[in-house]
């Protein structure tokens, strides 16, 4: 509808309310013109009620239900106020009707609206995008109450089968709901189960609430799935049918939102195309918004198109939006999809910044860090070693003279030449300006031996040969991944599924090798860019090898995250033979990546893979976002560092004056809100005071921004882009395979061996605190003498009551600690129960360094046995021997034999109690009583 211009600024407001009213359904009708039976919804202007004419009333199926109370564009600011008149118009009487007092309410410029439903308790009005349909509306008057009201009578959560963090952030979730709190935020640790508590409230909010439809919302196609199959297993308490047969869950996978849908699950970019009528781009949900290579669709825009309203999508098509890894879609461009339906927000994230508290209001209502979820055995914790290398810490040099390959970053292509001058490099420089194949392949050597002497010692298999535990390697750029996994198959002398790149850039199916390396024995290693850095659960991995830094604080943790999962021990041995548990993983820093300092700040990278010549031509040609506007400005600071200064002198020639880094200031400062505020205020100050409406000020702040750009873009011009362009293009990689490198450092982390020693105090005070309770551990502290009398149940009690109590003290993590602390030479006995009884006898001061039960038991055996033997030839025949050594494996297992064990396998198939007797005589009581003193002592 086209506006004329010389229209007061009532009708103005009042021809947009017109527009939003037809598209979202109503007939308009003038007061004189009234026909309630042309359609279901009718909205009439200017009704007459008791207490003067109201700017529209709304009527559903004949009836009065609501009035709109219109505004002037100016008086938006001044809603709160209105709002007291609008409430009079609702309370009025309509003339010729003697009806009740209207629910719904809006007040509305045509730009902004505001509504408050009546029925709600304590109504309180909230922004809306547009108005509500006809059919909403009667749909809600169906129902005894509004939503706001049912959810304040939902039962009592049934507690059974969730952790207590999942239970306190429902219950505090639901009672946000019933404050009428529009946003919450859920911050739970990574592998604490997050969707598994979306998919408990969400059904609670369809089957109490009686919530319409609930969208859950992702930014990666990846992680729509693992939300669909959660939902497709989850089942409730109260019902002995699945998710998926009481309720129907959508996975949108084009423009269409089923009707019959409960809960659908789309990815943000998904939602956003389909409200701007496009069609999406298959790459678009690969990569989450920030680093999708769909945002160079935008480019072509001269700003970001905001969303319109679309009528098959109305703003109420969703009571409550769960929005997954909220930390990083809720920005932006996405914004709009949020801000465009009328439900409430709850964000569920392990990494929250201080956006995403801001965004959800401060409204946290819930929170659950990884070191509580350690505590409670939910994840598993982590230990760092560090892998330094003389070249990753210092660089080196590239002599001039030296025949060298060089490299085209893309296309891989190399070329020989020899150098005319000296490349100094440092260790920023490594695998982007120089890569050096004995840097990588030394610190892959030095990862491959100390997993086997110190990391993960205890892996190899009947037949001697080692099996590496499940890795996954992050690599700084898809070539440099490619580098990776060459070395890795030479040094492990494996083929090519021992280890396999893990992006959406490889020719297999990238999902497949996912599954594969989730479910399968192969690979063995993964290396990855970006792919399965976050969101994506991989179970059975035990070791994250760093060979990239990171710089944000969320990433870095969203990263860790991918080893805390806890899976059990037949799941783990599925694709891991020789482990026996998972009780940690072990970070692999080659980097110095767990002590590099981090930002919470948000990146400015934000079109990673858009050419930089279209950056330089879009900003050329007019169009101006700040997504575009900051991406050039990453690329600048980084070709900056780059450049020689001769170089430098021409980019001040061609710019007219200004450098790098001053064009980059320009570029950031033009979207920076305190800069634009500040050049605003200098021309605000000089408008009469009178004149200063918010709409006069808001237009000085829109001029003042508009002149920060154009400063900004007018350096770019064709002549200075192909320069800059062709400068970034001839900076090659050097291949240097001259330079040597030598591992300079191969240890555990000092913070690793700080967190041993913690882990072995609180074992032994935990022993110490329950020798008492507990009778095995009363025999080992308090009566020494009687440990022949400690049996298999009583060490199953100690070790139920820890797992219990203590889920961190598992003796594989207990005995891990010990080995970083001291030497220990005997492997970890197989068995968990032996390896605690090994533990208890070194906390409680029987053995001075840690030995293995079963090993301490042969050795007591073979010492026995040569007493027997001494001055008597040979006392015990063949036959006596292989007895011996069956009580003594007996004893191994169950730490005691009593003569009642005889009656039972091994020993029933041998001859049992009689045989025994048979060969010992009245010695079989004398030597099995001797055995249980002797072995275990």
Request: aromatic share 10%.
């Amino acid at each position: 509808m086209s506006i004329n211009i010389n229209q007061n600024p009532e009708q103005i407001a009042r021809d947009r309310i017109d527009k939003m009213l037809v598209h979202s359904g109503w007939l308009v009708q003038s007061k004189n013109e009234i026909d309630l039976f042309a359609g279901k919804g009718v909205a009439v202007r200017e009704y007459q009620t008791d207490v003067g004419p109201a700017d529209y009333v709304l009527f559903v199926d004949k009836k009065p239900v609501g009035i709109i109370e219109a505004k002037r564009e100016d008086e938006g600011h001044r809603f709160t106020v209105v709002e007291e008149q609008s409430s009079k118009y609702a309370n009025a009487k309509l003339k010729y009707l003697n009806n009740d007092p209207l629910p719904f309410v809006y007040e509305s410029t045509g730009t902004i609206t505001r509504f408050t439903d009546y029925r709600d308790p304590k109504p309180r009005g909230r922004a809306v995008f547009w108005f509500h349909k006809p059919e909403t509306i009667a749909e809600w008057l169906k129902k005894e109450k509004s939503l706001r009201a049912r959810l304040r009578s939902m039962p009592a959560l049934d507690e059974t089968g969730l952790r207590p963090a999942q239970i306190v952030a429902i219950n505090n979730l639901e009672h946000s709901f019933k404050k009428n709190r529009p946003k919450a935020l859920i911050q739970m640790a990574t592998g604490a189960g997050k969707t598994f508590t979306a998919a408990t409230f969400v059904y609670r909010l369809l089957k109490h609430a009686d919530a319409k439809r609930i969208l859950f919302l992702v930014d990666t196609k990846n992680l729509g799935e693992q939300a669909e199959q959660e939902f497709m297993t989850f089942q409730p308490n109260d019902d002995n049918r699945k998710f998926t047969e009481l309720y129907n869950v959508q996975r949108l996978t084009s423009s269409y939102i089923a009707t019959d849908s409960q809960v659908s699950i789309s990815t943000i970019q998904r939602l956003y195309s389909i409200l701007k009528g496009e069609e999406l781009e298959e790459s678009a949900e690969q990569d989450n918004p920030n680093e999708s290579s769909w945002l160079k669709s935008k480019m072509s825009e001269k700003k970001a198109i905001p969303v319109e309203y679309t009528p098959r999508v109305p703003i109420e098509q969703f009571d409550f939006i769960v929005i997954d890894e909220a930390h990083r879609s809720i920005y932006n461009l996405w914004k709009q999809v949020l801000d465009y339906f009328d439900a409430f927000l709850i964000g569920l994230t392990a990494t929250p910044d201080k956006r995403t508290f801001g965004f959800f209001n401060e409204n946290v209502v819930s929170q659950y860090t990884y070191e509580e979820s350690v505590t409670d055995g939910v994840n598993v914790p982590y230990d760092v070693y560090t892998i330094e290398t003389e070249i990753s810490q210092k660089g080196e040099t590239v002599k001039a003279g030296w025949f060298v390959d060089r490299r085209d970053k893309l296309t891989r292509k190399k070329r020989w030449q020899q150098e005319d001058e000296d490349t100094e490099y440092k260790r920023n420089d490594l695998d982007k300006k120089v890569v050096n194949p004995s840097q990588i392949r030394n610190i892959i050597r030095e990862y491959k031996r100390a997993l086997k002497t110190t990391i993960f010692p205890n892996r190899s298999d009947e037949n001697g040969d080692y099996e590496v535990p499940k890795t996954l390697v992050f690599a700084k750029t898809d070539s440099h991944a490619d580098d990776i996994i060459k070395i890795i198959r030479e040094e492990f002398d494996e083929g090519n599924d021992f280890c396999k790149k893990v992006t959406y850039k490889i020719e297999e199916d990238p999902k497949s090798v996912l599954n594969r390396f989730r479910n399968s024995y192969h690979p063995r290693i993964a290396v990855t860019v970006d792919m399965i850095a976050t969101g994506t659960d991989v179970k059975p991995l035990e070791v994250l090898l760093f060979m990239r830094d990171v710089k944000s604080v969320n990433y870095f943790e969203q990263m860790k995250g991918r080893g805390t999962r806890t899976i059990n021990k037949d799941s783990l041995q599925l694709v891991s033979r020789t482990a026996n548990s998972k009780t940690h993983f072990v970070i692999v820093d080659a980097v110095g990546a767990t002590k590099s300092k981090k930002t919470d700040s948000r990146p400015l990278e934000r079109q990673p893979s858009v050419a930089m010549k279209d950056l330089l031509g879009a900003i050329t040609m007019g169009v101006a976002e700040e997504d575009l506007f900051l991406s050039l400005a990453n690329r600048l600071i980084r070709l900056e560092k780059q450049i020689t200064d001769k170089e430098k002198d021409k980019i001040l020639e061609l710019s007219k004056g200004k450098n790098l880094k001053q064009i980059t200031k320009e570029l950031i400062t033009a979207f920076d809100q305190d800069a634009i505020n500040e050049k605003a205020q200098t021309k605000i100050d000089k408008i009469p005071i009178e004149d200063r409406t918010p709409t006069r000020v808001e237009e000085t702040k829109k001029k003042a921004q508009e002149e920060l750009i154009n400063e900004a873009s007018k350096t770019f011009n064709g002549e200075f882009n192909d320069y800059l362009e062709n400068v970034r293009k001839i900076h090659e990689q050097i291949i240097d395979h001259v330079n040597i490198d030598t591992v300079t450092k191969s240890e555990w982390d000092t913070n690793s061996v700080d967190k041993a020693k913690a882990v072995i105090k609180d074992f032994n005070a935990y022993l110490e605190a329950n020798k008492d309770e507990i009778k095995a551990l009363s025999i080992f502290y308090n009566q020494p003498y009687n440990r022949r009398e400690i049996t298999f149940k009583m060490i199953k009690e100690v070790m139920e009551k820890m797992k219990l109590e203590k889920p961190l003290l598992a003796p594989d993590y207990v005995w891990d600690a010990y080995s970083q602390i001291e030497e220990v030479k005997s492997k970890q006995p197989k068995d968990e129960l032996t390896a605690l009884v090994s533990l208890i006898r070194r906390a409680c001061g029987i053995d001075s360094k840690l030995v293995a039960f079963d090993k301490t038991i042969d050795e007591n055996f073979k010492n026995w046995i040569f007493k027997q033997n001494a001055g008597k030839h040979n006392r015990f025949n063949k036959e006596q021997m292989q007895w011996l050594r069956m009580i003594k494996d007996h004893i191994v297992s169950s730490y005691h034999i009593e003569i009642d064990d005889l009656d039972y396998t091994p020993f029933d198939n041998q001859g049992g109690r009689g045989k025994m007797y048979q060969l010992f005589g009245n010695d079989m009581e004398i030597v099995i009583d001797e055995l249980n003193k002797v072995l275990v002592a």
